[in-house]
C-alpha cells in the first residue's frame, strides 16, 4: 500500500501528546540551545480549547492578562451571554460588558467581531481550513483582531504547528532568560530569533511557556479563560 503524502508544513496541527512529542524532537535537533530548556522547564503539556466565535472572544479576553483574571471574566461573560452568539453580543450594552470585567478597547474588539461575524466578513469555519499564513491575514483583516490575537487563536484555537505570537511578553522573557540576552527581545525580533524553529514555532512557545512558569514558579500570562461550546443564536 502506498504511504501518505506529507503534510505540507503550513497545515501542520498539535492534536496529541505525540504531535508535541515529534516537534520537541524537530526542534532540539534544529536548535541544542532549546534542549536546555526543555530540561530546565520539562515537557509542555498539549493545549488547546474549543475554537468558533466563544473561543476568538476568549482569546481577546486573555491579552495581557493572567490566567485567573482571564478565567474569572470569561467564566462571568459567558454566563452573562448564553448561548455566546455574535447577536446576543451586539444586543449587550457596553455598561453591561464593563460590569462584567471587560475594557473599553476589548468590549470595542469584541462587538467589531461579532459584527464581521453577523455580516459575514468572518468565517471562523473557512479560517479553520486555511493554512496557518492564510488564516492569519483572514483574521487581522478585521477590526479588534491584532497579530497578538491572530497567532494565539491559530494556536490555542486551531493546533497550527506553526503559529508563534511573537508579542506575547512571557515568550519574550522567556527567550531572554533562556538565551542570556542582554534586553527583552522585540516583537520585531522574535521572528528572527524563532526563524530556526519552522514549522513547529507553536511548540517552541509551549515549551517556552513552560520554561517561564517553571522558573518564575507562576503562571505566564496566556489566553485561557473557560469558553463554552459554540452553539448557535
Request: aromatic share 6%; charged share 20%.
Amino acid at each position: 500500500m502506498p504511504s501518505s503524502p506529507p503534510v505540507s508544513p503550513a497545515l501542520l496541527r498539535i492534536d496529541t501528546e505525540a504531535d508535541i512529542d515529534a516537534g520537541l524532537a524537530h526542534l532540539v535537533a534544529a536548535d541544542p540551545r532549546l534542549a536546555a530548556v526543555l530540561a530546565a522547564g520539562g515537557r509542555p503539556p498539549l493545549r488547546r480549547r474549543p475554537g468558533g466565535f466563544p473561543g476568538l472572544a476568549a482569546t481577546v479576553m486573555g491579552q495581557q492578562l493572567s490566567t485567573a483574571s482571564a478565567a474569572a471574566i470569561g467564566a462571568r461573560l459567558f454566563a452573562a451571554i448564553d448561548p455566546f452568539a455574535p447577536e446576543r453580543v451586539l444586543r449587550t450594552r457596553d455598561s453591561t460588558l464593563a460590569r462584567i470585567g471587560l475594557s473599553a478597547p476589548k468590549i470595542k474588539a469584541l462587538k467589531e467581531i461579532a459584527r464581521a461575524l453577523r455580516d459575514g466578513a468572518l468565517d471562523l469555519d473557512a479560517v479553520a481550513r486555511l493554512p496557518a499564513d492564510e488564516a492569519h491575514a483572514a483574521l487581522v483583516a478585521v477590526h479588534g483582531i491584532g497579530p497578538w490575537t491572530a497567532d494565539s487563536y491559530l494556536l490555542f484555537c486551531l493546533g497550527h504547528a506553526d503559529a508563534w505570537p511573537a508579542g506575547d511578553l512571557a515568550l519574550q522573557e522567556a527567550l531572554r532568560i533562556a538565551f542570556v540576552l542582554d534586553a527583552r527581545p522585540t516583537t520585531k525580533q522574535m521572528g528572527p530569533l524563532a526563524e530556526p524553529w519552522r514549522p513547529w514555532r507553536g511548540v517552541a512557545a509551549f515549551l517556552l511557556w513552560t520554561y517561564y512558569r517553571t522558573i518564575k514558579q507562576r503562571d505566564p500570562v496566556l489566553p485561557a479563560p473557560p469558553v463554552p461550546a459554540e452553539r448557535g443564536a
